[in-house]
Nanobody
Framework: QMQLVESGGGLVQAGGSLRLSCAASGATFSLYAMGWFRQAPGKEREFVSDIDFMGRNTDYSDSVKGRFTISRDNAKRIVYLQMNSLKPDDTAAYYC???????????????WGQGTQVTVSS
């Protein structure tokens, strides 16, 4: 099994930056694809980004492409989401997920963190 714990969320002004971290334990982190998803109140969980197990291939939703960067450090068992040029529409709870293959569908992931809150003021 894998346990995931997100951190780094907070309140930021529009145009600002934030770096989220997801620390993994309990499983072989380097064998899992990782993804970031977000969910705003009253809305479905939305794909943000994913990365393959070696960190060589990445994918981004159109809404964040060019602003967000996903990366991973397999030695430290951490996946990051660097968020730049933040917009009020980015406001959501952000969740880290692990699975066999990178996928935009949240159903494809086996493990989830508890989430970290990101609020962007206008």
């Amino acid at each position: 099994q894998m346990q995931l714990v997100e951190s780094g969320g907070g309140l930021v002004q529009a145009g600002g930056s934030l770096r989220l971290s997801c620390a993994a334990s309990g499983a072989t982190f380097s064998l899992y694809a990782m993804g970031w998803f977000r969910q705003a109140p009253g809305k479905e969980r939305e794909f943000v980004s994913d990365i393959d197990f070696m960190g060589r291939n990445t994918d981004y939703s159109d809404s964040v492409k060019g602003r967000f960067t996903i990366s991973r450090d397999n030695a430290k068992r951490i996946v990051y989401l660097q968020m730049n040029s933040l917009k009020p529409d980015d406001t959501a709870a952000y969740y880290c997920a692990g699975g066999t293959w990178p996928d935009r569908d949240p159903v494809s992931y086996n493990y989830w963190g508890q989430g970290t809150q990101v609020t962007v003021s206008s």
